[in-house]
């Protein structure tokens, strides 16, 4: 059964940070690239960040680059996907969702190359 399961979200204050974790089973997801993406009421769904498979490339949405990075642990089971965010701001208030893909992040970052997703968890930055 596969399960992507996101957690950490919560309430914080401008400036402050949240470290978010995808937990990613089922599959070998140790071999597939991930991704978050964020999604704000009223928006659509937006690219955060993705890294790929063995964790050597990683690539950032503009508006997020240098307050976020992604990270992963591939273990033996589970894969964890972890999202540090730094320097929070009120316009990073979404539902945040990993995602799991087959094909490389070479051939693109739009969500439509993710195969598996995770429920989403909130964030929500109050200023």
């Known amino acids: 059964q596969v399960q992507l399961v996101e957690s950490g979200g919560g309430l914080v204050q401008a400036g402050e940070s949240l470290r978010l974790s995808c937990a990613a089973s089922g599959r070998t997801f140790s071999t597939y690239d991930m991704g978050w993406f964020r999604q704000a009421p009223g928006k659509e769904r937006e690219f955060v960040a993705a890294?790929?498979?063995?964790?050597?490339?990683?690539?950032?949405a503009d508006s997020v680059k240098g307050r976020f990075t992604i990270s992963r642990d591939n273990a033996e089971n589970t894969v964890y996907v972890t999202l540090q965010m730094n320097s929070l701001k009120l316009e990073d208030t979404a539902v945040y969702s990993c995602?799991?893909?087959?094909?490389?992040?070479?051939?693109?970052?739009?969500?439509?190359?993710?195969?598996?997703w995770g429920q989403g968890t909130q964030v929500t930055v109050s200023s």
């Open positions: 890294i790929n498979w063995n964790g050597g490339k990683k690539y950032y």
């Open positions: 995602g799991a893909r087959a094909t490389p992040l070479a051939l693109g970052l739009d969500a439509r190359y993710y195969a598996y």
